[in-house]
């Protein structure tokens, strides 16, 4: 199976006669015999999955890198984290998705109104099985716990990923930027609640 290793700013794709699925254009090196080749959007469920990503304003367009070989892999000179998937979902804005292993399959999962604001749509990608996710971030990733009776609040802009029995729901009032003084901030927040682990970055769109 392929490895997926972060090295500072660049993943590593340790290649043996099998493949990844990587952002496309983020190739940017690779030594061996490799083939790559568009994915299109990536997901499972075909049309389906492209039309739900299409109304629900997800954007992912994928590679295909095969061979033997290593690729080194990077987006915009931003941190990569690799996330290691147990028959397991991650939950994950499609834009910090850097690359995925064989194991994974990816689909669409409608994530209530958050796009509202952000305008990162009405949709999330959703990532399930075994295997590993390389995570793009502005900044260094952050994981925080999620455990009963302790929910977490988080900037919507600020949220990358989630993994775990976790239930997000949104948060109105006085935005955190609104308490600086500082006006078009969020008119919400998001709530997790439940057991799981919550992936933020030190920066916002």
């Not at 290793?5 to 190739?27: C, F, I, N, Q």
């Not at 568009?38 to 469920?45: D, I, K, N, Q, R």
């Not at 209530?112 to 260094?140: F, K």
């Amino acid at each position: 199976m392929a490895v997926l290793t972060a090295s500072k700013r660049v993943l590593h794709a340790d290649l043996e006669g099998d493949s990844v699925r990587a952002a496309s254009g983020s190739m940017v090196s690779y030594t061996g015999k490799v083939d790559f080749k568009s994915a299109g959007m990536g997901a499972t469920g075909g049309f389906r999955a492209a039309l739900k990503r299409g109304v629900g304003g997800e954007s992912l367009s994928l590679m295909t890198c095969a061979g033997v070989g290593r690729v080194y892999l990077a987006q915009d000179a931003m941190d990569v984290t690799v996330v290691e998937l147990t028959n397991d979902r991650l939950m994950i804005e499609s834009e910090h998705i850097l690359a995925v292993t064989d194991g994974l399959q990816l689909d669409v999962q409608f994530a209530g109104l958050r796009g509202m604001h952000t305008g990162q749509g009405l949709a999330t990608t959703s990532v399930t099985g075994t295997g590993q996710c390389a995570i793009i971030s502005d900044g260094p990733l952050i994981a925080l716990a999620v455990t009963p009776g302790q929910p977490l609040v988080v900037d919507p802009d600020a949220y990358v990923a989630g993994t775990g029995q976790t239930q997000m729901t949104l948060v109105s009032g006085v935005s955190w930027r609104s308490m600086v003084g500082e006006d078009g901030g969020e008119p919400y927040s998001l709530r997790f609640e439940g057991q799981g682990i919550v992936y933020i970055q030190p920066a916002e769109r």
